[in-house]
T-cell receptor, first 111, second 111 residues
Framework: KQEVTQIPAALSVPEGENLVLNCSFT??????LQWFRQDPGKGLTSLLL?????REQTSGRLNASLDKSSGRSTLYIAASQPGDSATYLC??????????FGKGTTLSVSS | SQTIHQWPATLVQPVGSPLSLECTVE??????LYWYRQAAGRGLQLLFY??????ISSEVPQNLSASRPQDRQFILSSKKLLLSDSGFYLC??????????FGEGSWLTVV
């Protein structure tokens, strides 16, 4: 059974710092991996989708990498801002199933 | 791109009353559709997913049910709510191999 783990569970950084969020999964036979952001009391906003044949995706200050063989993905946030404060969720999808989520990393960026 | 509409946004229901949460999708046809629940301080739990009209897979045995009467409509129901049904319900949808989008969520409090 696929399990997704995110480390750390919480992270506090000063504004301007570069940071890395980690995601690991137990079964490398995934279809895609997707990173989401969730603000308190809100739905999920998709940040980046990495398909199984890809190794990374970039959007603005965000860069996500995928290493299927080792069961790992990282989300790199450059020059963090207070507006980046949120919970970041990693999810994998296997063929014929739905998204399987980690429990998230709650990020707090102080000004 | 796709948009997921979900309603109602908030509801307070007495124990034993029925429930109907509705989700519709704009911007794509034949999406996979999902219902997730997020309890306070916990991760996202997959409840149901659907790959087509009338095709529903249940992930967790409980007093909830789902239906897909039209291609872009997904309904979560209950005949009699329990206190443990309280939580944040999220509808999601997308094409296999592509980004999965989420609605803004529905807050359910059972009293």
């Amino acid at each position: 059974k696929q399990e997704v783990t995110q480390i750390p569970a919480a992270l506090s950084v000063p504004e301007g710092e570069n940071l890395v969020l980690n995601c690991s999964f137990t079964d490398s036979a995934i279809y895609n991996l997707q990173w989401f952001r969730q603000d308190p009391g809100k739905g999920l906003t998709s940040l980046l989708l990495i398909q199984s044949s890809q190794r990374e995706q970039t959007s603005g200050r965000l860069n996500a990498s995928l290493d299927k063989s080792s069961g790992r993905s990282t989300l790199y946030i450059a020059a963090s801002q207070p507006g980046d404060s949120a919970t970041y969720l990693c999810a994998v999808i296997e063929a014929g199933t739905a998204l399987i989520f980690g429990k998230g990393t709650t990020l707090s960026v102080s000004s | 791109s796709q948009t997921i509409h979900q309603w109602p946004a908030t509801l307070v229901q007495p124990v034993g009353s029925p429930l109907s949460l509705e989700c519709t999708v704009e911007g794509t046809s034949n999406p996979n559709l999902y219902w997730y629940r997020q309890a306070a301080g916990r991760g996202l739990q997959l409840l149901f997913y659907s790959v087509g009209i009338g095709q529903i897979s249940s992930e967790v045995p409980q007093n909830l049910s789902a239906s897909r009467p039209q291609d872009r409509q997904f309904i979560l129901s209950s005949k009699k709510l329990l206190l443990s049904d309280s939580g944040f319900y999220l509808c999601a949808g997308g094409l296999i191999g592509n980004t999965i989008y989420f609605g803004e969520g529905s807050w359910l409090t059972v009293v």
